[in-house]
């Protein structure tokens, strides 16, 4: 319950046990009190008439200030409302968004001040976080392309290393890739918060980029035995970046198969509805805690199933989609129980976007 609801509650409390007092008291006065007079045959004096309207105006005035006062806290107060109002809608992205002032010089203006600058040391720390990790990502990229290159070279020239040099080098060769994939998708991110990232808005065809999807899918699922379905494909068109929407595809069945069972099936579908195009892929693995489910998308969160069965990823898969999505004005969920996991995306149809 909010703070005004709490007070209203007490005064209105404190009203009606006043409004019962005053009930009470003009029944006393006015009909109990002169009954009594006329059985024992006692006049009632007129200065004694006066004294008694005096009490009860006296007493019925303390209801009235009392509603008074209920009015003026509920004006002082509302401020206050706004200014949590405002404050909810506070995201990373708005920080610089100033909150509403009342001017009055009081506290509620000076917490709305303090929250302001605030916001404004917020927004600069997050922009030289995001400056630092595009920065150190593309610091990143040229020694790993060079240690690759080295790599790959050794393995492909060297005639005279061992068995055992080979498999060492292989696996630094893979780590070297992986470590790749991480800075790729971390200078993605981070251009994206900055705004630096440009679609290429174009009409594309969602069921061709699914059927393309399906055929790199099979490909994937073929080393753990995970059968792909392919369930309904309409033939919807959006307005959007093909690579971006390819390389979310990508993902989603990506992550799909990995985190499926030895053996399990990955169903791709794809329709229409309510002016939206619908995807849904859906896996057969041991699926997400509910805990865990409402923070699958956020930066480089896995949970204790790919960390105990040691599955390639980093937890940035699928922050990648939601800014893809987001970016085409879509919306992307996720629901998971014991053996079936879906993830559903929603993207605006081309002739609703025109």
Request: aromatic fraction near 4%.
């Amino acid at each position: 319950m909010t703070l005004r609801k709490r007070l209203a509650l007490r005064y209105g409390l404190i009203v009606g046990a006043c409004l019962l007092l005053l009930g009470g008291l003009v029944e006393h006065e006015f009909i109990t009190e002169p009954r009594e007079r006329k059985a024992l045959g006692i006049p009632e004096l007129p200065e004694t008439l006066w004294i008694e309207y005096a009490e009860v105006f006296f007493y019925g005035m303390i209801p009235l200030v009392l509603t008074g006062g209920w009015w003026l806290m509920r004006r002082t107060l509302a401020p206050i409302g706004k200014l949590a109002e405002a404050v909810e809608q506070i995201h990373a992205g708005n920080l610089r968004q100033s909150l509403p002032r009342s001017a009055e010089g009081d506290e509620v203006d000076r917490l709305a001040e303090v929250f302001n600058c605030m916001s404004v040391r917020l927004d600069e720390s997050i922009q030289q976080m995001r400056h630092f990790t595009l920065h150190a990502s593309h610091e990143l990229k040229t020694p790993l392309t060079i240690m690759r290159i080295q790599l790959e070279a050794m393995l492909q020239e060297d005639k005279t290393l061992s068995p055992e040099q080979l498999e060492w080098l292989e696996c630094e060769l893979g780590e070297v890739q992986r470590l790749t994939k991480i800075v790729d998708a971390l200078t993605l991110l981070s251009k994206a918060d900055t705004g630096l990232v440009n679609l290429d808005r174009k009409l594309v065809r969602l069921e061709e980029l699914l059927l393309e999807s399906f055929e790199d899918a099979q490909i994937l699922g073929e080393p753990s035995g995970v059968q792909i379905i392919l369930d309904e494909h309409e033939d919807s068109e959006v307005l959007g970046d093909r690579d971006r929407l390819r390389q979310l595809l990508l993902n989603l069945t990506d992550n799909a198969i990995k985190y499926n069972r030895p053996g399990g099936q990955v169903t791709m579908a794809l329709r229409e509805r309510d002016g939206m195009a619908e995807i849904e892929i859906t896996n057969t693995g041991e699926g997400i805690p509910p805990a865990l489910q409402s923070r699958v998308f956020e930066r480089f969160m896995r949970g204790d199933e790919a960390r105990s069965r040691a599955i390639e990823g980093c937890g940035l898969g699928l922050p990648i989609c939601r800014w893809i999505v987001q970016a085409h004005d879509g919306t992307i969920q996720l629901s998971s129980e014991p053996g079936r996991t879906t993830v559903t995306v929603r993207l605006p149809l081309a002739k609703e976007e025109g």
